[in-house]
């Protein structure tokens, strides 16, 4: 199985300041034929499935606001907040969808300073 | 609009049997991955398995293989995740999901509303 780890574990950050979540699998997740990574980002908000906000590693999903980017290919993947809102306090998840069974990253979990 | 609805919450005995459902709308149901994910209390999401309703092809996670069954009525479009002897390790919520893509490659673009499934004696 692809292992997915991120860091940090969780991270209070001040409104309007930059959150950064980093992302790792244990083996690439790149389609070299294609140029892509196989890695999507989700928000989970308590009570709430998972919403993607970003597939492909840096694709973002529509309407997800601007401030929320990927970036990253082959095993190290970034989701960048640019600024902080209060609506973004959630859980984000990292998933590789290249190989079954297609792990889930164990969560960062992002509060306000 | 893709819409699924999942089956309501479930309490239920150790050793006992358990079907809870997902009702997929709004799409060609025969054409996408369905999978199921499952969010222990106060944990992070684990992927279980998905299943193709065109052909019924399942790939499971080994973790739960064995222990679970993924199936799909074509009919009524819906989709199912089955135990034959829960346990009480077995509570959680059990998300739904869809893939974006028609292919085995996609992440889970739709999600239902979870269900969630207490084993208590």
């Known amino acids: 199985d692809i292992v997915m780890t991120q860091s940090p574990d969780s991270l209070a950050v001040s409104l309007g300041e930059r959150a950064t979540i980093n992302c790792k699998s244990s083996?690439?997740?790149?389609?070299?034929?294609?140029?892509?990574?196989?890695l999507t980002w989700y928000q989970q908000k308590p009570g709430q499935p998972p919403k993607v906000l970003i597939y492909?590693?840096?694709i973002r999903e529509s309407g997800v606001p601007d401030r929320f980017s990927g970036s990253g290919s082959g095993t190290d993947f970034t989701l960048t907040i640019s600024s902080l809102q209060a609506e973004d306090v959630a859980v984000y998840y990292c998933q590789q969808y290249y190989d079954t069974p297609f792990t889930f990253g164990p969560g960062t979990k992002v509060n306000i300073k | 609009e893709v819409q699924l609805v999942q089956s309501g919450a479930e309490m239920k005995k150790p050793g006992e049997s358990l079907k809870i459902s997902c009702q997929v709308s709004?799409?060609?149901?025969?054409?996408?991955?369905i999978g199921w994910v499952r969010q222990m209390p106060g944990k992070g999401l684990e992927w279980m398995g998905i299943?193709?309703?065109?052909?019924?092809?399942?790939r499971y996670n080994p973790s739960f293989q064995g222990r679970v069954t993924l199936s799909v009525d074509k009919s009524s479009k819906t989709a199912y995740l089955q135990w034959n002897s829960l346990r009480a390790s077995d509570t959680a919520l059990y998300y739904c999901?869809?893939?974006?893509?028609?292919?085995?490659?996609?992440?889970?673009?739709?999600w239902g509303q979870g269900t969630l499934v207490t084993v208590s004696s």
């Open positions: 299943i193709y309703p065109g052909d019924s092809d399942t």
């Open positions: 999901a869809r893939h974006r893509g028609s292919g085995v490659q996609w992440d889970f673009g739709f």
């Open positions: 083996q690439s997740v790149l389609d070299s034929s294609k140029r892509e990574s196989y």
């Open positions: 492909w590693a840096s």
């Open positions: 709004g799409d060609t149901f025969t054409k996408y991955w």
